[in-house]
């Protein structure tokens, strides 16, 4: 049996409930608002640094990070409302300032004394500057201040929002109004903002020395910013933009609308709670027409979720559902009632909360056994899988179920309808519109958006799909005549005409199972809602939220998250593990009690035996070895490889090699497992240690971006001179076309890439010479030819090296798993749906450890089998991890001596805890033989 979570004391920094502080904004926002770091007690709203310009005037509405000659600067948002929007007229309105926080302006002795004057301010944003061109870096903060004067109608009850107005404008008949101003230093501009809107209203102020100038140096900064990110990661957060929403008028104008998109796209800088989301989007509907809501949700991914959903549950009576068979069919006796309800359930839209270890793979191949004995055939079921090696594996044994990966459906219907566009990476899509379209302006703006997404930048997605369904049509066209696409595109317009686009036959089915589903990316949530919306398709997905590990590519464990929390799914949880023994789900169990993705599946993992743990076992099964360290970076270059050879492999997989069991070693970074390979080979030279780690593939780009910058140079030579001169222009300006050129490998690759082109190419190119020495080929076209040539190779050798790439790390990896190697070393993230005898997990000990960290550590926690070992390190005296550890050993030496007494007839409840001899002793705050 598992410990009970609420059986455990989760005081700890680990588990204690989450603390919100600045660092939700940015990590980089050191301090605690006391001495040290950039957010400590003597920081004042006043401006100290010069270079000020972007933090003064500009608009802060996206967070991102730039470096430019050592110096990066961090644009960080703070307001929940932009500033962009509260200036662009209209009546909306702010929270009046609390009686605790504001500046009371004294009007006394003003000839029409009939307001109350309050002075507050709310950080809006902020620039940090870090310098690291000398010694020690230097670090610079401005932060941008809304200034609010709220004038507040005296004799009337105090509202609790004021009407925001213009300083010229006046407040006019409002019985209560604010007026703003933005800032970067109120300590030294504050007097005279008010001074003037005093002047406005006929109205002076008697303070405005000493008190205003003591209140601001006193004012909370570090306070102020937590508020601020207590906000955004409630549900107030709604109550803010449900307020500006509400504030537009009956009529808005389309410079009103497009402020609210701006507004809405700004909600992605950070993790908004799901309930506001859907607080937001109810509150669109209420106020604007069915048209006008659902482009709004388009501004947001989130809200664009909702929207699908609400349209599907309304699809909901109209799904397809199986048939019940006449007589129950056949089914395994092994499996479990949990997985039995699952599998064979008659609800259209069914979500399979399945957590590490619970048999997914087996309801899936069970699901599909169970709807072809409700008379469906096989044909008519999809499965999509997240990697091509488990769709094979559906394929291999249901050969007549339809198995592929999401993507490649998605690919699959696009070159049907777009069968000229070769998938290409981003990078040489840019260089390609910028060689031919180089003074289109329509194509420099989809250019950027493309880019922004080549860089993750934050709602870069989101404006990339806006841009491409308000200028469809013209980014058809750009991409017909460069003749490529990307996946981003590919699903973006897939998704724009999902109604229209003609679908090849083997992606159509009934019944779709989608397999790993939280590996999915939201905008893949979206079009597959809106798909099965559109095919009227039954739709059964299986996946933990929990084990998100891709959001590198773009999976969000909150997408999946809004379909648990959205009661348009009908539920069913697998709680039953059936690799790992209880002491290392208990162990597991701690680290998912601490995961936000965990609140509406309420996994706790239990394993499929009735042996109860014990202190001592759970000792034995699961080793903590902590490292303090000094200097965090440290300690792999310099502590981990003899740690390994030395402590781990003596006391630990020695005795787990004896015993001939297998030892898999699971670290984060590739540069992590590096160091322990090298350990381990150096310890056992005479066995194979088998890595997982798979090899990464890098795209080119260099004879796209060769010919945008120096196709110059090639037409004014002779076209048998071309050829040549394309090679020896790359070879001589190498520096220019991509990063690293001075590196020998980086060089090499570059001229074997050459190499191969001309190799590859030389007897068409020589027929086209041919071709224009006897006038049969005009020089135009000749060159035209080459140009498109060189794309062409750069875009199918990009895509060969990636499907080849793939190829080998699928084999290379299934061999080394087939092989049994005693020894394996893995990323955690190729760990993923693996298992092993006995497991080593490196973990970083972190107290303001990230919840896409703390997943991480929870899928590393669940692949072992017999025992685990936790090599951690960190910096901190007193690490959670070692506390949660603590507090599972003390929970079972409870249990074990509870157990003990029941064994010998005696209630526990009745024993005296403070008995010094050992022995026990009846507590007599209570009367003999009465239970508790």
Known sequence: MPILLDDIDLSTAAMASKRVDPKFFSSKLTGSG???????????????????????????????????????????????????????????????PHVDDRFAVDTSASRHDDWDVVF?????????????????????????????????????????????VSLTAGYGNHDAAVFLQWDTSPLDNARAFIQEALLNAGLTGSNLADELDQWLREYPVYERITRLAEIWDSETIADEVCRYVRDMPAGPTQEQLNMLAVQLRYLENYNVPLEAYRSIHRQLGQTFSDQVAATLS??????????????????????????????????????????????????????????????????????????????????????????????DNITEKNPNVGSMTIARKIIDIYALNHPTHKVSAIDTIINSIDIFYPNDQLAAQFRMRLLEVDKNKTGAFTALNTFVEIHFDAVIALLDRIEQTSLELQIIICYQRIDTMAEPAHVASKYLIIDEVQDNSVFEFIYVLKYITKHAQSLFIVGDASQTLYEFRSANPRALNTLESSGVFTTFRLTTNYRSNQEILDFANVVLGGLETNQFANIQLQANSLVVPTADSFRQKVTLDYRPVTRITDFVPQDLQPLVHNVVVPTYVDSCLSRGEQVAFLAYSRREVAQIQKALEKRYPSKHVASLVSEKVYATDIFSKYIKLYWNDVLQVQPGNAAFVVSQGIKDNMDKLTRNAGATNVEKAILRTISEWWVENSLTINGWVALYNQGALAHTVFFDQLRDNLLSFEIQRNQKKLNVNKQKNQERKRK?????????????????????????????????????????????????????????????????????????????????????????????????????????????????????
């Open 34 to 96: 006391k001495k040290t770091g950039l957010l400590n007690e003597s920081l004042r709203p006043v401006n100290t640094t010069t270079n000020t310009a972007y933090a003064m005037t500009n608009d802060i509405e996206v967070k991102h990070s730039s470096t430019q000659h050592d110096i990066t600067t961090s644009h960080v948002p703070l307001a929940p409302i932009t500033r962009r929007s509260l200036n662009a007229g209209g009546s909306f309105t702010l929270p009046t």
């Open 120 to 164: 507050d301010m709310t950080p809006q944003a902020l620039v940090l500057y870090e310098d690291r061109s000398g010694d020690r870096p230097a670090r610079d903060l401005v932060i941008q201040y809304r200034m609010e004067l709220s004038f507040l109608k005296k004799g009337l009850p105090e509202p609790a929002h004021v009407t925001a």
């Open 298 to 391: 388009k501004q947001n991914l989130s809200l664009l979720m909702n929207h699908t959903l609400a349209h599907l549950e309304q699809m909901k009576p109209q799904l397809t559902v199986p048939t019940v068979p006449a007589s129950p069919p056949a089914l395994p006796g092994h499996l479990s009632k949990q997985q039995l309800d699952a599998l064979t359930t008659h609800e259209p839209l069914v979500m399979t909360q399945a957590g590490a270890g619970t048999g997914k793979s087996t309801v899936i191949l069970e699901r599909i056994k169970y709807l072809e004995a409700c008379g469906v055939p096989a044909s008519d079921i999809t499965v999509l899988s997240f990697t091509n090696a488990a769709a």
């Open 816 to 932: 080394n798993l087939e092989s049994k190697a005693d020894l394996v070393v893995s990323t955690i993230h190729g760990a993923k749906g693996l298992e092993f005898d006995n497991v080593v997990v490196l973990y970083k000990e972190d107290t303001t450890m990230s919840q896409d960290t703390k997943r991480m550590y929870y899928v590393a926690f669940t692949r072992a089998m017999n025992s685990q070992y936790v090599l951690s390190y960190g910096t901190a005296k007193n690490p959670p991890i070692q506390s949660s550890y603590e507090r599972i050993v003390n929970t079972l030496t409870e249990r074990d001596k509870r157990s003990a007494l029941l064994a010998q007839g005696i209630d526990p409840d009745l024993v005296d805890d403070s008995d010094d001899d050992g022995s026990p002793g009846v507590d007599t705050g209570r009367p003999a033989g009465q239970a508790g």
